[in-house]
């Protein structure tokens, strides 16, 4: 079983709709998770952290779900500009206060007009 | 700041040659890292490093090498290239010790024939 999982895609959404992805990790030891987008053929960048409590910017909000292990992202009224692929990141300490990454394959979206 | 910078943006190796990939960045962040991400996989960590001097192996570290003899800089060398080794090589940062965002290079294109 992989560390994080998400399902693909493509998620194909009209412009305005609204849009969930989840994410579920198999590590209980893990202590942070992220979302980070990623352009086309462009370097990941963090969106969000995800906390407990759920966590909102603006048109996203993040949830955790610690017992069932699983993260979600929802984004509303979405924009052309939401076009990207979301990964979703956990991470886990590692040594030295350092935390390792582990990535998810992410989900490719596209928002159309 | 420019943030993290990677040379070249983009090489063809022929299978046997050597070469390495750059990457430095600005911000005075002790921790760097090394991933690959190939086409539909999550990044994978090759290296990393959480300061001048101290280096470790990540996830997939065979055929590579890296050093770090300054803050800035965390070069990756690639050693006898192979066609497995044909992906996208991005570098990233952070400060460590509780600031967990990763902050990460334009990443380079390689491709082994």
């Known amino acids: 079983r992989k560390e994080v999982e998400q399902d693909p895609g493509p998620f194909n959404v009209p412009e305005g709709a609204t849009v969930a992805f989840n994410c579920t990790y198999s590590n209980s030891a893990s202590q942070s998770f992220f979302w980070y987008r990623q352009d086309c053929r462009k370097e990941p960048k963090l969106l969000m952290s995800v906390y407990s409590s759920g966590n909102e910017d603006g048109r996203f909000t993040a949830q955790l779900n610690r017992a069932s292990q699983y993260i979600s992202l929802l984004i509303r009224d979405s924009k052309l500009s939401d076009s990207a692929t979301y990964l979703c990141?956990?991470?886990?300490?590692?040594?030295?206060?350092?935390?390792?990454?582990?990535f998810g394959t992410g989900t490719r979206l596209t928002i159309i007009p | 700041n420019a943030g993290v910078t990677q040379t070249p943006k983009f090489r063809i190796l022929k299978i046997g040659q050597s070469m390495t990939l750059q990457c430095a960045q600005d911000?005075?962040?002790?921790?760097m890292y090394w991933y690959r991400q190939d086409p539909g996989m999550g990044l994978k960590l090759i290296y990393y490093?959480?300061?001048?001097?101290?280096?470790d192996k990540g996830e997939v570290p065979n055929g590579y090498n890296v050093s770090r003899s300054t803050t800035e800089d965390f070069p990756l060398r690639l050693e006898l290239a192979a066609p497995s080794q044909t992906s996208v090589y991005f570098c990233a940062s952070n400060q460590g010790w509780g600031s967990y965002e990763q902050y990460f290079g334009p990443g380079t294109r390689l491709t082994v024939t």
């Open positions: 911000m005075n962040h002790n921790y």
């Open positions: 490093s959480v300061g001048a001097g101290i280096t």
């Open positions: 990141v956990v991470s886990r300490r590692v040594n030295f206060g350092n935390e390792k990454l582990t």
